[in-house]
Structures are given as C-alpha cells and as structure tokens.
C-alpha cells in the first residue's frame, strides 16, 4: 500500500525543458548545477555532452553539434550551470528573442495567365548584351508566354497580342513585332498528346490473355 501511494506521477514533476532528452538526462543536469566544487562540476558537464552525443554518434565529433550539444545543455539547465564551454555561450535573450516576421512576395502581375516567372525572365532578358543569345532568349520567352496563354484561354491567339503583351511587361526594351511564333495548333497538338488516353482494348486484351487457361 505504502508503495501505491509513494508512486511519482509525471504530472507531478517538473516539466522537462527538452522532453526528447528525457526525465534522468533532466535529473543529471540538475545534480550538475548542484555541484559546488568547479572542476568537478566542469567533469560532469562534460560527461553529460558526451552521453548526448552518444545518442548520435555520426554527429558527435561534427564541431557544429558539438556547439549545438552544449546549447542543448545550458538550456536544460535553464541557463543556470557554470561551467567552461569549449563554445561561445548563446544567452537566453538572444534563444527567447523573436524572428523577423517572413516577408511574403506581393506580386500582383497584370497578366495573371503568364505567371510571376515569366517577369523574372522577361527582367534576366532585359539585362544581357544585344545578340544572338539575348534574341533567342526573347523569342523563347515569346513562345512560352504563348503556350501559357492558350493554358489560360484554350483557344487560338494572335502573335501580335503576345507581342504587346512582352512589349509591356518588358517597359518597350523587347519589340519582337514582325516575328512569327509558333503556330498555336502544335501547342495544342502537344497538348492532347500528353493527355491520358484510356485504352479502350482493355476488356479484350483480358479476354485474349484468358485464353486457353483451364476452366473449372
């Protein structure tokens, strides 16, 4: 009876700072911050990283894990162990502080059906040397703003739309009026080509490898 009602709840305890260490590497930092004399203290701190660290043994010799074992330690100790670290020691302030918000990108393009690539494209052309490289490369940016187009539009589009289209986008740095795109029909060929086609020979190609198996 005596030992029913001496058992030791979890909910009773302290809660565990890092609860993937467990609550005996807790209890083991604990009794090191305890320790009064110095050097044994620094033994015990030692030993503590080097049982941590044996829980992954390829990463135990790497110095940045190292760095990161005894990060792990003063954390658990909730920054009161004082002990000499082979690291420089990461304060509580700069753990606790806060990350700057992530800035989302706000793009909001004209021409939606084109995507957001499309100006990083159209912004990489604009920047490289007139020539024979920077015309194929309008061309085919040309040629791609054309096959998003019918994604969008799934119909035939004239060249000169796409022309005004990239001659905007582009602020008038790129004029490919007078040029021929390929024709919007293969664009649409290719496009039902890659479409899956269900075979309809299904059933007979299933009757055909039925035959001459013994019926029972």
Known sequence: MNLVENLEYNTERPQLI???????????VD??????????????????????????????????FQHKLWDQLFIM??????????????SKEVLQKRPEPLAYPQNHPKYRFYGNNIKRMIDVAVQWEKGDMRDGLEYA????????????NKDMVDDSAIFDHLFELSDGQID?????????GQFLKNRIAKTPRHNSNKKGQRNNNNRGKKRY
Request: net charge neutral; glycine share 4%.
């Open 18 to 28: 890092i609860p993937e260490y467990g609550r005996h590497f807790q209890k083991m």
């Open 31 to 64: 009794h090191a911050v305890s320790i009064a004399d110095d050097e044994e203290r620094n033994k015990v701190a030692k030993s503590i990283v080097s049982v941590m660290g044996n829980l992954q043994p390829h990463l135990r010799d790497v110095p940045d």
């Open 77 to 90: 100790s909730d920054f009161k162990l004082d002990v000499k670290s082979p690291f420089p020691i990461t």
């Open 141 to 152: 940016i040309a040629n791609h703003m054309k096959k998003c187009y019918l994604n969008w």
């Open 176 to 184: 490919l009026k007078g040029e021929s795109l390929t024709d919007s």
